[in-house]
Structure formats: C-alpha cells, structure tokens
C-alpha cells in the first residue's frame, strides 16, 4: 500500500533525534539555567525540534528531568562497578575508578553540576528512587575501599568518611568549572587540562587513603 502523503501522528517529530542526544541536551540546559530556569521550549529549539515533538518523547519537564538525572547515576555507578571488577592489585583498580570517573564528568559537562545541585536542594529526584540510588553508590565505594583496607593495600580508617571525601575531589571540581578554570587558566574540560587533573587527583586520592607512594 502507498504510504506517500501519509500523516505524521501528532507531536511525531518530523526528523526523528536519538533519545541520549535529547538528554544530553537537557543535562546541559539544566545545568545552566537550573531546573526553574530550563525551559522545554529552549531544549526543544537546541535540538532542532519543535516542542511538541519534544513532549511525543518526554511527557513532562519533571519527566525529562528526571530521566536525565538517572541517566548521570547510572552512568556513575557503571564506572564504579568496572573499576571493582577489573584483575589487578587494589592500587590499581582504585587508580582505573578515578581514570573512569574523570573521564566521564569531563566528557559529560554539567553532569557533576546537576547532580550536586539536585543533592544540594534535594530535588525531586532525591525525593524519589534518587537519594536511595546515592546512598547505593556511596556503600558501593565504601565497601570497595574497605576491602583494599582488608587486603592491606591501604591503612583501617572509616570507608564510609575515606569515600565521601573521594566522591568529593570529583564532584567538587567539576561543579565549579568557572573557579577551577580561572585558578588553573584553562578549561577544564579540554581533554588535554583533564587528563593532567586526572593524574594529579591520581595521586592525591592514593595519599587521601594513606597508600605507600611508589
């Protein structure tokens, strides 16, 4: 059958987008703008969409949003979980965690800004399957960390405190792009500024645990 002149069901959009394109998007407009300051209409319009055609792929801004900040978890968390089951010694699969980690948030600008701002404000994602997923996250660092403390790579301290402050040198830095880039005169998401900083909290974070330098 001919299908030449066949309506478009409405909001269908006209030149189809990939979902991850639309979230990363949005992770940049609300890292921006925050999530009152972000506008569908705004997100629709930087992917060439109108907002309609937004709304056929996402319901609401609460729903896009959301997805977005689920999305940054997810992504976390499988860096954590490579890291873990990674051969090596302790040392190294602690070094390959913040390789991973650094590499993610530098290549996914504005994900460290949600995410702390949404744990700042405990937003609506917090207040749902988010502050569960977190604390999920932070046990899973925690354990991993305290299992190097058993095989003797790293001095006994408290894993819980030893993974907040590593979680931290992360987001932290990533967060405030416009302070770290005026300390270190660059941006600090070009590739070649984040691999220096990778290395550099390499070894702060082996120091921070209280592991024997080489």
């Known amino acids: 059958m001919a299908t030449e002149g066949k309506k478009r069901r409405p909001g269908r959009p006209r030149n189809p987008i990939a979902r991850h394109t639309l979230l990363s998007l949005a992770l940049q407009a ?51 979980t490579e890291a873990k089951l990674l051969r090596g010694s302790f040392l190294e699969r602690l070094d390959k965690l913040g390789t991973l980690a650094g590499s993610y948030l530098g290549a996914n600008p504005g994900a460290a800004k949600v995410l702390l701002r949404e744990l700042l404000d405990r937003g609506p994602y917090y207040q749902g399957a988010g502050a569960e997923t977190v604390q999920v996250t932070l046990d899973s660092i925690a354990a991993f960390l305290q299992a190097g403390m058993f095989e003797g790579e790293i001095p006994a301290q408290d894993p819980h405190h030893l993974a907040l402050s590593i979680a931290s040198v992360h987001l932290t830095y990533f967060s405030v792009p416009h302070v770290c880039g005026e300390l270190l005169e660059a941006d600090i998401f070009d590739p070649e500024v984040n691999l220096a900083r990778t290395e550099a909290v390499l070894e702060q974070v082996r120091r921070m645990c209280g592991a024997q330098q080489a």
């Open 30 to 80: 609300f890292a921006e703008r925050g999530y009152s300051g972000a506008s569908m209409g705004d997100i629709a319009s930087s992917a060439g969409l109108r907002k309609a055609s937004l709304f056929h792929h996402f319901p609401s801004k609460d729903a896009l949003y959301l997805e977005v900040l689920a999305t940054v978890q997810a992504e976390l968390g499988a860096q954590i």
